[in-house]
């Protein structure tokens, strides 16, 4: 073989072998998918425990090695769900605030700007913010430097690029923690991406349990350890509450339409262990009560009907959940007629119907200022009557406002069961320095109640009864033995900086998947048909060499596919039926040339010289024109445009190293090969 030949063929089947060899991780991890399949059944459950583990433990790094390598299908071709998030940046910026400082001015300035956010998702919320707060907290004597502190010099420009590197941190943050938890619960082949200033798209291929990957995603997972403080000195503040509302008259936070739900005090008492208060154990009152008989009482001799009306009405706010003084394990309920409350412990409930009015008092800042700083209000994470379906009843605690321990001590998490009580619990493991202080804080509050926060929601407060060593703890609170799982995932993944919403998402069902493949890869093999035989015809032989040219583009565009990181949807699809026209476009300017260098006579060697000479220009115009269109695409887009923009440019390089390399090369291979030393492209036979 002659040596130029031989670098024909090598440009030929180089190619070929490059592309076979990069598209076998796709057959093999296709393979090993269905091996792993006849393990399980329709609804993926393991029929065959024993053979699925000796296949995992034999093929597992295999799958992950051939996986991590294949073509990945987006969600119109597999099925799965989309999610667009946005990060809460305006409620970052009041977490930011200082809480003393927060008031009615600086409330105003973050409401307006939630306002107008969200109308324009693409306004910067710091530059917002900023305008607002010079339009409404600036007339009124107010500076950045009122609401925020930062270490070493202090200036209102020094708080903006502190605020700022923060909320860009978040976004940030708020990406690579979402990622991790995804990682965890086992989806395979996420796609991730920040879309805009403050919003994450999310696609996550066979996942359909939308309620589930909510509670994942949305949790923020910010686990605290705060000491209890349901003491005189909360329910003092709930009796100042009433007074100031009824005084003042403005208990407007209600709506007109709102039913009033109160809660009646009743005889029933509370059983305390040393965990938590069993509520609806009805006891007798004891000799020794929480308060003595109020002889004064101004509701005596009214009809029960008025006296409970005149009641809410001048108790607005205490009226919405029960209060119990607890005294030798046992509790009794009680009233805020009179500002006259015994040291010791106290509890409370509130039903759900409440729950939304006692929100909204506790939002207001005047409200907020007669609870004392330090304090702060949070209910507990699950109902205490899981029977009552339609109005359950949730416990309240007064907890110290900055926690004694937070979670990022926490090294591990992972779901287990109370052996007691045969209830999910999730078991915490701590570094070093969060054992220490874990250690301290319990040895210090023997006989107290420390409550486990997470996201501001309380899932248990159990009362000390030693010194905790060796940095270990637990969560309860869960329902199920899923619930529990998926809070394992999240504290192993880290808290957010800052909260993230759910502005969008839908769930694709596989069978559309199914569907969409198959209406791809027909209209792809339509097109491609119609072209082969079109080219066929027209151009004879050489109509065939563009023909196999381009099933070798084809093949290569989804070779290179996966080492872009890149994602095969219905638009990628799309975008290369619109590369093989583009590459049968080559191949007919130049074949057009080649005819007519041999109409005038030239030499079949000559005549392809000529034609792939004279073709190039016009060749290298087009792609370079459709690839930078692409390239705008790819980076202005977003999803599916960016799908098809990386598979248009990969098609436009690879149609590029076909048309002009590897079509020329097997014309001279069929040239080479004839005594004639000529290929009909289609021409006259007698020339």
Not at 302 to 307: F, M
Not at 317 to 346: A, C, M, R, V
Not at 388 to 409: H, M, T, W
Request: hydrophobic letters at 40%; one cysteine or more; charged letters at 25%.
């Amino acid at each position: 073989m002659k040596p130029n030949l031989f670098w024909k063929y090598f440009i030929v089947l180089a190619p070929i072998i490059a592309a076979g060899f990069l598209l076998y991780p796709t057959y093999r991890s296709s393979d090993l998918e269905k091996k792993e399949q006849s393990f399980k059944d329709a609804n993926g459950k393991v029929i065959d425990s024993v053979g699925y583990a000796n296949f995992k433990s034999k093929y597992e790094d295999d799958i992950k090695s051939n996986k991590s390598k294949r073509i990945k299908l987006g969600l119109d071709l597999r099925g799965g769900m989309y999610v667009m998030l946005e990060v809460d940046i305006v409620q970052l910026l009041r977490e930011a605030a200082s809480h003393d400082a927060v008031d009615d001015i600086f409330e105003q300035v973050i409401d307006k700007t939630r306002k107008e956010t969200d109308l324009n998702e693409d306004q910067s919320v710091l530059d917002v913010f900023q305008k607002n707060f010079n339009e409404i907290a600036k007339p009124k004597g107010r500076t950045l430097i009122n609401y925020y502190e930062i270490s070493g010099e202090i200036s209102e420009e020094k708080i903006l690029e502190k605020l700022k590197k923060d909320i860009d941190d978040a976004i940030d943050q708020a990406k690579e923690v979402i990622r991790q938890r995804i990682d965890k619960y086992g989806v395979s082949e996420p796609t991730i991406q920040k879309q805009g200033a403050r919003r994450i798209v999310l696609e996550l291929p066979g996942v359909n349990n939308e309620e589930e990957m909510r509670k994942l995603i949305e949790v923020s997972a910010r686990l605290e350890f705060k000491l209890v403080r349901n003491n005189a000195e909360i329910v003092h503040a709930f009796y100042k509450i009433d007074e100031y509302l009824s005084k003042s008259k403005k208990n407007t936070v209600v709506s007109d339409t709102a039913k009033t739900d109160s809660v009646k005090a009743d005889s029933t008492a509370v059983k305390v262990d040393s965990t938590k208060v069993a509520v609806n154990d009805t006891t007798k009152k004891d000799s020794a009560t929480a308060k003595k008989a109020d002889t004064t009482d101004p509701y005596a001799g009214l009809p029960k009907e008025e006296a409970q009306k005149r009641y809410e009405k001048d108790h607005p706010f205490t009226s919405l959940f029960i209060s119990y003084f607890i005294q030798n394990e046992k509790s009794q309920p009680i009233s805020y007629i009179k500002d006259d409350f015994p040291d010791g412990e106290y509890y409370f409930q509130i039903p759900q119907s409440s729950l939304e009015r006692f929100n909204n008092y506790l939002k207001r800042s005047d409200i907020n200022r007669i609870i004392p700083n330090d304090l702060q209000v949070l209910r507990t994470a699950k109902s205490s009557s899981p029977l009552n379906a339609s109005n359950p009843i949730y416990s309240f605690y007064c907890l110290k406002r900055d926690p004694e321990l937070k979670g990022d001590v926490v090294t591990n998490a992972h779901a287990s069961f109370d052996p007691q009580s045969n209830t999910p619990v999730v078991m915490m493991e701590m570094d070093p320095d969060g054992a220490a202080s874990w250690s301290r804080i319990t040895g210090a509050n023997i006989k107290k109640k420390i409550a486990i926060v997470l996201d501001d929601q309380v899932y248990s407060a159990p009362t000390v009864q030693g010194k905790i060593t060796g940095g270990s703890s637990q969560i309860t609170g869960m329902q199920n033995a899923e619930e529990a799982h998926l809070l394992e995932i999240v504290l192993k993944a880290g808290a957010l900086k800052a909260p993230v919403k759910i502005m969008e998402e839908r769930v694709v069902g596989p069978s559309l998947g199914e569907d969409s493949i198959n209406s791809g890869l027909m209209a792809s093999g339509i097109a491609f048909l119609i072209v082969i035989i079109f080219m066929g015809v027209y151009y004879s032989t050489g109509g065939w060499v563009a023909n196999l040219a381009v099933l070798i583009n084809v093949t290569l565009i989804m070779a290179t596919l996966p080492l872009f990181q890149g994602t095969l949807t219905l638009p990628g699809i799309a975008g290369i039926i619109l590369t093989i026209a583009m590459a049968v476009d080559a191949n007919i300017l130049i074949f057009e040339r080649i005819r007519e260098e041999l109409l005038r006579g030239r030499s079949a060697r000559g005549a392809i010289d000529e034609g792939f000479s004279k073709a190039l220009t016009a060749v290298i115009d087009t792609h370079i024109t459709t690839f930078i269109t692409g390239l705008i695409l790819f980076f202005l887009g977003t999803g599916p445009i960016q799908g098809f923009a990386l598979t248009l440019m990969i098609g436009i390089l690879s149609t590029f190293f076909t048309a002009i390399t590897v079509s020329r090369a097997i014309i001279e291979i069929l040239v080479s090969r004839r005594e004639s030393g000529m290929i009909s492209f289609g021409q006259p036979k007698s020339l």
